[in-house]
């Protein structure tokens, strides 16, 4: 069953919406992995250090429940050579549809993955390792943010990074680092990604692997709570840096991680947790838990509540829909678009209608613009006024919602939608004062809006022409809204 929201990365990887669990070390086992592809969405699982008859048993226990479409996270960098190819072996004899790959990149592995027949998803933290895995053979790039929880590569926002990423190739790209809820999924899906990959608000689930402890704390916690740190160490490459929930031990109180005694904090049936190691509290765990890695992405503060993964996939789902989804004004809008019922046999030009290359043009010359106004409004949030926040936080919903309807219609058009950004961002956020930033935004709207009443006419499909009539009424309600709110340019500061 297909949604506005599916993406041809969905078909790819086999699932009906591209909301994707990512393959967390300890926490994403079979059970978290099957309810949310059982709500719609893939998931991969974290199979990193794990021994090779818990890969197995995983496997089947999703086969178990007829799940078919999963992945498998292992990260070569921290796990030792032998147990590696064994794990790889393993995935392979087992079949595994899908691997995602971490941190360093082996040509080699790939090409054998590949080779065995397994889609390889290499997630990446900049725009020159994106570029090093599309030309290894990965067929999918993770995006990841600086915003990230767990292990972060890079040290680039996330919606700086995923623009760059989405112009430069012609792979599906995923984002992840930050995201929480459909709001992300919808503002992702604007700045050119094909889907989005969560973790905090899915280990906050009935079904994760994490400890209660670890859960509690992600729903008490806020964004401001997180830090990202390189002292949880032990079973990774020194200096890789993870974003955690601060603690006694990202606050120095538990002494030199960097030391060479080794104290046991924790165990896993025979296995000791040593401080500063990378593992998180698992339900397997006994300990102080305190002390552990709490894996947290900046996004923790919109996790309220700890729910089933089902659930929460389906809200994430839901969420995005009411931001995309505008089947229901046009279908008010479809009688005053339709043409006459014989245009069908008439040349388009001769009609008076656009041909199929203008019109695909003209719609990525708006898709951009949208972008451009979407990515502005995203930026510019956090610097407004608090009376202002609400329009601003409407014009990002706004443009996200059009540019993923803009980008249904390029392909239903059979186009390949534009992943660049007006240069109109660039103008924009160059201006300093916010009341300046954001006439110049509403300025940049009402010429959207002139290139939409003018390009009405020449659309013959009936069901892109109720959509931009639809995002029409829409533009006005939203640039009236911010008129109203706005100062005049120079009275506003941040705040």
């Not at 147990?83 to 054998?112: H, M, T, Y």
């Not at 929460?312 to 046009?330: C, Q």
């Not at 009609?351 to 972008?371: C, H, I, K, P, T």
């Not at 160059?430 to 009443?453: S, T, W, Y």
Request: glycine letters at 8%; one cysteine or more; proline letters at 4%.
């Amino acid at each position: 069953m297909s949604t506005a929201l599916h993406r041809p990365v969905c078909d790819l990887l086999g699932c009906t919406d591209p909301i994707v669990l990512a393959g967390m070390g300890g926490v994403a086992r079979s059970e978290l992995v099957a309810a949310v592809t059982e709500a719609g969405g893939f998931g991969f699982l974290g199979m990193v250090r794990e021994p090779v008859p818990l890969i197995r048993s995983e496997v089947a226990a999703l086969r178990a429940r007829k799940i078919e479409r999963f992945g498998v996270n292992l990260i070569p960098a921290s796990t030792d050579a032998t147990l590696l190819e064994a794990q790889v072996a393993a995935c392979i004899e087992l079949g595994v549809p899908v691997i995602s790959l971490f941190w360093d990149l082996s040509l080699k592995l790939v090409a054998r993955l590949r080779a065995a027949g397994i889609i390889v998803v290499c997630q990446v933290g900049s725009a020159a390792e994106a570029q090093a895995a599309e030309e290894a053979g990965a067929q999918v790039l993770i995006a990841q943010g600086i915003e990230a929880g767990g292990h972060v590569r890079g040290d680039c926002p996330l919606f700086d990074l995923l623009p760059e990423i989405a112009a430069r190739t012609a792979l599906p790209v995923l984002a992840a680092g930050g995201l929480a809820d459909g709001a992300d999924l919808a503002a992702v899906l604007s700045l050119g990604a094909e889907g989005a990959v969560f973790g905090t608000a899915l280990i906050a689930t009935v079904e994760s692997f994490a400890h209660d402890y670890h859960k509690q704390c992600l729903v008490a916690a806020s964004g401001d709570d997180t830090v990202l740190t390189d002292v949880f160490h032990v079973n990774w490459p020194r200096g890789a840096k993870v974003r955690v929930l601060a603690n006694s031990v990202t606050r120095g109180a538990r002494g030199d991680p960097f030391c060479e005694v080794r104290i046991e904090i924790g165990a896993e049936g025979a296995r000791p947790i040593y401080l500063f190691s990378t593992d998180s509290p698992l339900r397997s765990m006994t300990g102080d838990f305190e002390a552990m890695a709490l894996y947290a992405g900046t996004g923790v503060g919109h996790v309220a509540a700890i729910t089933g993964a089902a659930e929460r996939v389906r809200a994430i789902a839901a969420e995005a829909m009411s931001l995309l989804d505008t089947k229901a004004v046009a279908a008010e809008t479809i009688g005053l678009a339709s043409p006459a019922c014989f245009a069908g046999e008439v040349d388009e030009a001769y009609m008076g209608f656009a041909a199929q290359d203008e019109l695909l043009l003209a719609l990525n010359g708006v898709l951009e613009s949208e972008r451009a106004a979407a990515r502005v409004a995203l930026r510019t949030v956090a610097e407004v006024p608090q009376d202002l926040k609400p329009p601003v936080i409407a014009i990002h919903r706004d443009a996200a919602r059009w540019c993923n309807v803009l980008t249904q219609a390029i392909y239903r058009l059979h186009g390949t939608p534009s992943s660049k950004t007006s240069a109109a961002h660039d103008k924009a956020m160059a201006l300093a004062d916010v009341a300046a930033r954001l006439g110049f935004l509403n300025d940049a709207r009402r010429e959207a809006v002139e290139k939409l009443h003018a390009l009405l006419p020449k659309i013959r499909d009936a069901a892109i022409h109720a959509d931009l009539v639809a995002m029409l009424a829409s533009h006005q309600q939203s640039i009236d809204q911010v008129a109203a709110a706005s100062p005049d340019p120079g009275s506003a500061g941040g705040g």
